[in-house]
């Protein structure tokens, strides 16, 4: 309805629909609070496990690679690892991983020429991410972590020159 000159209309407040909003909110249930965050702690653990799995895959791709580095299908195989490990990560707090991941990926697919230098820097980005997943490190990893980042992607642009 629209007010007009002739009159206004008013709504009163409803004080019975406040208070059934807020014992609706006190209701919350605290046993399935803590459901989820044993299911949210549970997935933390089997990603760490999977990231593990990831880790090791990414060193045998890489290894792979070194033999023979024309190879785009080998070249391919350390680009899904690496992409894999920089997306799953985030999502459960593991965001150094995630980073470090996800450099990866960004200059395998920038750089598309395998060499000693293209090799080294996987090199380290594989030897970082099993520092990292061996160590559980959770989040950004704090001043080591960001420290790590910086000296990854110097590394990088380095290598992109």
Known sequence: MEDSKDHKVVVPPNPLK??????????????????????????????????????????????TLAEKPDDPKRRERVI????ALGSEGKT?????????????????AEVPVTNDRTLDVIRLHVDSLKVVVGSKLWGDGGKTGANLIAGLEALVRKNMK
């Open 80 to 83: 899904q690892f690496a992409y």
């Open 18 to 63: 406040a208070k059934v909003i807020s014992n609706e909110l006190q209701r919350i249930d605290t046993i399935a609070i803590a459901k989820a965050d044993k299911a949210v702690s549970d997935m933390r653990q089997d990603y760490l496990k999977r990231a593990e799995e990831l880790v090791a895959n990414l060193s045998t791709a890489m290894h």
């Open 92 to 108: 459960l707090g593991y965001n150094l991983i995630s980073r470090i991941g996800k450099g990866l990926s960004d200059y395998m």
